[in-house]
């Protein structure tokens, strides 16, 4: 957590992405209480038309530097591998995430990660099938980044999504992990990447799920799934199945996952909107606690076998 910089983010009024509504009622306010980046308040509202849920007023895109400090946590190397637990963690759970839909690949089948991060899918991926042709799309990749993926034979495309230049050939699976929600422009963004999928080519989205049982606990302004000021536009499972048809894609499976940082960002939020923006009280629930992670993701665990909710979700969808 970076307590140190606190600035202002430029911000515009926006309107509902999904139906062009500009009426909404504020569901929850908050502040930057992961990374301290901002010192403002902002409010995520829901579309009184349509019951989309986003961010407004919303960060201008030109402020990505300030929303996303060096520190960010899918840019950090400090989890990656196998250097140390969770780092072995996280290698176990992306290759058991992708398993169902990579072993149906065919050889040498090409799969690009939107929002790749520290690539740390890409080399799991890599180390489980080595004939995938792989390549990585993020708006910034540190040195270190680019030159591990790289020497993976994995290639590298730095630019946001909505400039981004795409191979011509065109992909067998994209995935979007945590990523959705970040954009902009959820639906053109989403034409962009139907475009470049092959014929019957897939799309797998993680992104978190607004009927999580856990947002009534924390729903006025500290669930983690806000994220605010990084996270522009949520689904439940309805309005995402929704979208993901608008662009020509049809939802093979939904489901819910557990969402075990989610919970460590709600209560790290709800701990200082009690006691104080920057509190060392959060330390108690930072995310290299992995008892505590361990225990909300059994939780969540526990909750989709008794059929609830958790505010993780998974789509897999096929282009049409």
């Known amino acids: 957590m970076n307590s140190q910089v606190t600035t202002h983010i430029r911000s515009t009024p926006t309107t509902c992405c999904s139906c062009g509504g500009n009426s909404s009622t504020v569901v929850a306010t908050g502040r930057d209480y992961i990374y301290h980046g901002s010192e403002d308040t902002f409010s995520y509202v829901r579309c009184d038309g349509c019951g989309h849920f986003y961010l407004n007023p919303r960060p201008d895109i030109t402020e990505l530097a300030l929303m996303y400090p ?20 996280k290698t176990i759970v992306n290759r058991k995430r992708l398993k169902s839909v ?39 990749f540190p040195v ?36 959705i929600e970040h954009l902009w422009e959820p639906e053109e963004s989403l034409r962009r990447l139907v475009r470049a999928l092959a014929k019957d ?4 989205i993680e992104t978190p799920n607004t009927d999580g049982w856990d947002r009534r606990l924390f729903a006025r302004c500290s669930w983690g799934g806000y994220y605010f000021p990084r996270h ?21 499976s939904q489901r819910s996952l557990p969402a075990p940082l989610i919970w460590v960002y709600s209560l790290q939020g709800a701990v200082q909107a009690r006691f104080g923006w920057k509190t060392s009280l959060t330390k108690l629930f930072a995310v290299k606690n992995i ?25 897999i969808s096929r282009k049409v």
């Not at 840019?75 to 140390?84: D, H, I, L, P, V």
């Not at 080519?201 to 797998?204: A, H």
């Open 102 to 140: 990579v072993a149906h690949l065919p050889l040498r089948a090409r799969v690009l990660d939107v929002g790749c991060g520290n690539g740390e899918l890409l080399i799991a991926l890599r180390q489980a099938r080595p004939d995938l042709e792989l390549f990585g799309l993020d708006w910034h």
């Open 201 to 204: 080519g897939r799309l797998l």
């Open 291 to 315: 008892p505590l992670i361990a225990a909300f993701a059994f939780l969540d665990a526990a909750a989709i076998a008794m059929k609830l909710t958790t505010s993780n979700q998974q789509a």
């Open 232 to 252: 522009l536009n949520l689904y439940n499972f309805e309005r995402l199945a929704e979208l993901l048809n608008s662009v020509g894609l049809a939802v093979e």
């Open 70 to 89: 060096a520190n960010y946590g899918t840019f950090s190397n400090r989890f990656q591998g196998r250097a140390n637990l969770l780092g072995r963690i």
């Open 144 to 179: 270190e980044t680019r030159a591990a993926l790289e020497s993976q034979d994995i290639g590298v495309i730095e630019a946001p999504l909505e400039a981004a230049e795409l191979p011509a050939q065109p992909f067998d699976l994209i995935v979007m992990l945590q990523l």
